[in-house]
């Protein structure tokens, strides 16, 4: 996976910290965007997933643009190098001052998931003196066959408008004065591998999009959210196959040519090129199992504790024999394990183990439960610089 030298100076880095393969992420940005271009596709990356200021440089230097769900994203995500006029700004709980804020910077277009919401926006418009664009997030009740805590969906979950509101929007259309309702948005979950369900997804985008031109209600552009997943398994497969992702879209979506086309995707673009290095602190053994606590636990990555996540996990120190291990963090939490009966590297006291994939979701919802330091992270460009001096 890196080179000897690499390997060798991670081992020197006080643990529990984050590492980025900045190589691995630039790859995966021309993979992305080079696929998107065949179909003329837009991506706005999903700030949400990692929203580390190196991260954020290289990828709007691709030109892409941003998904923000607060007004801190969007502020980060103009400081960082997106432009505001590619901002998409969604969320279920969008507050008046984030909406002022919004506004104020000249955004792209607001992902709208109320009625109620749509009210307030226009009249916020309206006291800015603007008119804004706005595209309905609605929710397709279509399932992600994904983890429930990460589908969003269902009729059943918080996000987006139910279709039954949508005849109202279309009657009231005119009243929103300040509003410029011209586009769709759709994000029905995340880690999605079950591909068949982004086809579902087209059909009913299909039939909603018709249903407005029936009604002459003229939209522009069509954003399909974000969502593919990645192989946690497997994450030697580090880059997603883009191109079957899009090509679906390509193959099952009957609009306009005219109707631009918009993604959102996060996990998988930066999913692979993170990792977790943390140290073992002790081997506790009883006669049921063996248990390695290490020095990262659910305040680095909350993943497995929050979705029962698992991540490969490697013990970069040590060629001995297989054995199993339970993998915990020191975090006062039952739930504080990164895996259960995993195979490692026979391990030891001071091993330092890596775990892949954290690249997305990880950093980004660290917290300081129990007092804990916010773990540092390094890059893999700067790091080998470093690391001649
Ligand atoms: N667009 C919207 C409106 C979203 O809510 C999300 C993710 C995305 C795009 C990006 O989705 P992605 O391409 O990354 O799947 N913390 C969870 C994932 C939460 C996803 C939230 N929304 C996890 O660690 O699995």
Do not use: W
Request: aromatic share 12%.
């Amino acid at each position: 996976m890196f080179s000897e030298q690499l390997i060798s100076t991670l081992k020197k880095i006080e643990t529990p910290f984050y590492f980025y393969d900045t190589s691995l992420l630039q790859k995966t940005l021309f993979a992305i965007k080079d696929a998107a271009d065949l179909f003329n596709y837009n991506l706005h990356y999903a700030i949400k997933a990692n929203a580390n200021k190196k991260i954020l440089r290289l990828i709007s230097k691709h030109k892409f643009g941003a998904d923000c769900v607060s007004g801190n994203e969007i502020e980060v995500a103009i400081d960082n190098g997106f432009s505001a006029s590619k901002i998409v700004f969604a969320g279920v709980g969008k507050t008046d001052k984030e909406i002022n804020y919004a506004i104020q910077s000249n955004i792209f277009s607001f992902n709208c998931e109320s009625v109620q919401e749509l009210e307030v926006i226009d009249k916020i418009a309206k006291q800015n003196n603007k008119t804004v664009r706005v595209a309905l997030r609605i929710n397709p009740d279509i399932n992600a066959n994904t983890h429930q805590n990460i589908t969003t969906g269902l009729k059943t979950n918080k996000f987006g408008i139910p279709i039954t509101d949508l005849q109202y929007i279309i009657s009231q259309k005119h009243s929103f004065k300040n509003l410029n309702i011209e586009g769709l948005h759709f994000h029905i979950g995340s880690q999605i591998t079950d591909l068949s369900v982004f086809a579902k997804l087209c059909i009913v985008v299909n039939e909603i999009y018709n249903h407005f031109q029936d009604k002459n209600f003229k939209l522009n552009h069509i954003n399909l959210g974000g969502g593919l997943g990645i192989n946690y398994t497997k994450p030697e497969n580090q880059i997603p196959d883009f191109l079957a992702y899009f090509k679906i879209f390509q193959k099952n979506l009957n609009i306009p040519q005219n109707v631009k086309i918009h993604f959102e995707p996060g996990r998988s673009i930066v999913g692979q090129c993170g990792y977790l290095f943390t140290k073992a602190l002790f081997i506790k053994e009883t006669n049921e199992q063996k248990t390695v606590i290490v020095d990262a636990g659910l305040t680095e990555l909350l993943r497995p504790a929050l979705y029962q996540a698992s991540h490969k996990i490697i013990n970069s120190s040590s060629f001995d024999i297989k054995e199993k291990y339970d993998i915990a963090g020191p975090i006062c939490e039952t739930s504080d394990y990164f895996g259960k009966s995993i195979e490692l590297s026979k391990t030891s006291r001071g091993d330092i183990l890596s775990i892949y994939s954290v690249g997305a979701y990880g950093e980004v919802m660290a917290s300081k439960y129990n007092l804990r330091s916010i773990a540092p992270k390094y890059f893999s460009d700067t790091l080998l610089q470093e690391s001649f001096i």
